[in-house]
């Protein structure tokens, strides 16, 4: 009878995991995350150098206020506690925290980003292109970014020629996380070959992902990959090429992924371990155990593991996370990854832009080791507005 009692009660476990693991989209993505659990990390001999992107989909217009003065006070905000909030930290280079801010273009005020360009020539972070759209077409997908992206330029000096295309470069967040139409119902795009029209409008990597758990989240985890467009097809970044040392380019676009892992200190139920997927906010605040989390991950480009590169990401202008975001919780992130992750043995960090970050994968896979910090400008050039304030210094 016990026995009975005891296959009754597994079975009833298996089958409350199983219904969680469907309702968190788990399934997407787990085979391949326990697959590399098994593989286990690859042995780094020496320094392991942290690069640390912390990318923001920033939107004045949150939650479509009724008032321009509360985009103002969003803005001004960072625009005023942010150096006063981290200053005080460097990493191995003497860099400071940077935020990379993924501007909406349908958000676009002047005003706004004119405070957030001055954010940058002190030194705090850099200028991307973020856009939410729906039942878009490419031709005006193509003409919207390639407008945005001359005006992030000539406004606000916020962006760099790619001396390899000619093209005005930028780095990719989508919004509603839908990247190349990828949502089951085809909401909040529409273009299915938008990997194929961000790679001939200039963009050099896309940082939209992790999204779970959200359905929209890609099969693969924890990888630097190129993906391959299918024009006539939805979601092509779903698998693509891992960039590897000394191997050339194999596909449309790069994928920077930021870790993806599943949290077995904070379970639901005591039972089912959380989903980390690196989003910082009031209500999964950053703390020592979840940076340990994201380090752990090891993401790496393909024959150079003592490079490791972390991506986290949040939504910066929601009133209900600011506190956080500026405040104690983060500053202490950061002094935590300027401590145990920078002791100039074991570790060395590197605070870098999306752009930064970009560039020294690109160096890794041209083959190039040592410092990460001699590889921030590798391809991709600092963008004019960051490139004279630092001239100036």
Request: charged share 25%; proline share 6%.
């Amino acid at each position: 009878m016990y026995w009975l009692i005891g296959i009754i009660f597994v079975v009833a476990v298996i089958a409350v995991a199983g219904m969680l693991i469907r309702k968190k989209n788990m399934h997407i993505w787990l085979g391949s995350y326990i697959q590399a659990k098994l593989k286990g990390k690859p042995k780094v001999n020496g320094t392991t150098h942290v690069m640390f992107c912390f990318v923001d989909h920033y939107e004045p217009q949150w939650g479509r206020p009724n008032s321009l003065e509360i985009e103002r006070q969003r803005v001004d905000r960072w625009h005023q506690e942010y150096p006063k909030a981290f200053g005080h930290i460097k990493d191995a280079d003497g860099c400071l925290p940077k935020h990379s801010y993924f501007y909406p273009e349908e958000e676009y005020r002047k005003e706004h980003l004119d405070k957030l360009q001055d954010l940058c020539a002190q030194g705090f972070g850099e200028l991307e292109i973020h856009l939410h759209h729906e039942d878009d077409t490419s031709e005006n997908l193509r003409a919207t970014l390639t407008r945005f992206a001359k005006t992030l330029n000539e406004e606000h000096d916020g962006l760099a020629v790619n001396p390899e295309t000619g093209l005005l470069s930028y780095a990719f967040i989508h919004g509603n996380w839908t990247l190349d139409n990828c949502h089951p119902e085809g909401k909040w795009c529409g273009v299915n070959d938008e990997i194929t029209v961000l790679k001939e409008t200039g963009c050099y990597a896309d940082f939209t992902l992790p999204s779970a758990p959200s359905d929209t989240q890609t099969s693969t985890v924890n990888s630097i990959y190129y993906a391959t467009d299918d024009p006539n097809a939805p979601k092509s970044h779903d698998k693509g090429v891992k960039v590897e040392v000394g191997k050339q380019p194999c596909g449309d676009l790069m994928i920077i992924q930021g870790p993806l892992c599943l949290n077995w200190k904070d379970r639901k139920m005591g039972l089912m371990p959380k989903i980390e997927a690196g989003d910082i906010r009031k209500s999964i605040p950053p703390s020592e155990h979840r940076v340990d989390m994201w380090i752990d991950q090891h993401i790496h480009v393909e024959g150079r593991p003592e490079w490791v590169f972390v991506k986290i990401h949040t939504h910066g202008t929601q009133e209900m996370d600011i506190d956080t975001l500026l405040g104690e919780p983060t500053v202490k992130m950061y002094e935590y990854l300027a401590s145990k992750y920078n002791d100039g043995d074991q570790y060395a960090m590197h605070f870098v832009s999306s752009r930064e970050m970009y560039n020294v994968v690109k160096a890794a896979e041209a083959g190039h080791s040592g410092n990460p910090n001699d590889y921030r400008d590798f391809l991709i050039p600092q963008p004019k507005g960051v490139q004279q304030a630092q001239s100036e210094k």
